[in-house]
């Protein structure tokens, strides 16, 4: 793996990629949490850029318009009461991403070139001093192909859908088990598939499937890795 952290100045730079449903999110929090880092969540920041779009009714299939709009957002990942917060364009779209009409739609616009390299550029910018936790689908293959600590979390499709069909429920939303796994499915589908930083796992990447297992299991082995990494490396 990656052996820059000794030249970073806060500490490791840690990448947990996957497909969407797979716990990444929630062992990402946990996992900067427990060691004092940074999270950043990528898909969220790739979901404000849809919302973005959809707003100011941009039409993905429009390359030169994306490419002009692209040059002018400004999208930022804040914390306010434990909870991360997504900034974009100076408004808060935390809540208004994740609907499953904004992943869809999401699917597609971070399968744009000029949205990739804009989102790509800020988030090697956030990540360069290390400390930071950074989730999303090409962090170790793309975006820090030299992180200290790459995982790659996964989970049946079954089983993501089955999570995502309880936070959807949790939060009042109206939509059957059935849906949400087909539409988990068309997701991984459409990420795995596209030219551009499709969702892979990095050759050096350890894989953890966390189907079958709690959440306090997968953490304790990042945590374990990520504990001796910094060890090695004398950090
Ligand atoms: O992790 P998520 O479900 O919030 O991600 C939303 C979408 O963004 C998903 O379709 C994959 C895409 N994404 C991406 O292409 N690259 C990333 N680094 C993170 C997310």
Redesign the pocket.
């Known amino acids: 793996m990656g052996s820059a952290s000794g030249t970073r100045a806060d500490g490791l730079v840690i990448a947990i990629?996957g497909p969407?449903g797979a716990g990444?999110?929630t062992v990402a929090h946990l996992l900067a949490e427990r060691l004092g880092y940074l999270q950043i969540?990528?898909?969220?920041?790739?979901?404000a850029v849809a919302y973005l779009m959809h707003v100011d009714g941009i039409n993905p299939d429009d390359l030169g318009a994306v490419e002009r709009f692209c040059r002018h957002i400004d999208i930022r990942l804040d914390r306010a009461d434990g909870c991360q917060r997504v900034i974009a364009n100076g408004r808060d779209v935390s809540s208004q991403i994740r609907t499953p009409e904004m992943?869809l739609l999401?699917?597609r616009v971070?399968?744009l070139r000029p949205v990739?390299e804009a989102?790509m550029q800020v988030q090697r910018r956030m990540g360069a001093r290390g400390g930071v936790v950074l989730?999303?689908?090409?962090?170790g293959t793309v975006?820090f192909p030299d992180a200290d600590v790459k995982f790659f979390l996964s989970a049946s499709a079954e089983e993501r859908g089955r999570r995502r069909f309880q936070e959807l429920a949790a939060k009042g939303e109206h939509v059957s088990l059935e849906e949400t796994i087909e539409a988990v499915s068309i997701?991984d589908l459409?990420?795995s598939q596209r030219d551009l930083?499709p969702?892979r796992m990095a050759g050096d990447a350890i894989a953890i499937d966390s189907s079958g297992r709690t959440i306090d299991e997968v953490l304790d082995t990042m945590v374990s890795v990520c504990m001796n990494t910094l060890h090695s490396v004398g950090n």
């Open positions: 990629d969407s990444k999110s969540d990528t898909g969220a920041m790739y979901r992943s999401t699917s971070s399968a990739r989102m989730e999303g689908r090409d962090i975006v997701r459409q990420d930083a969702l």
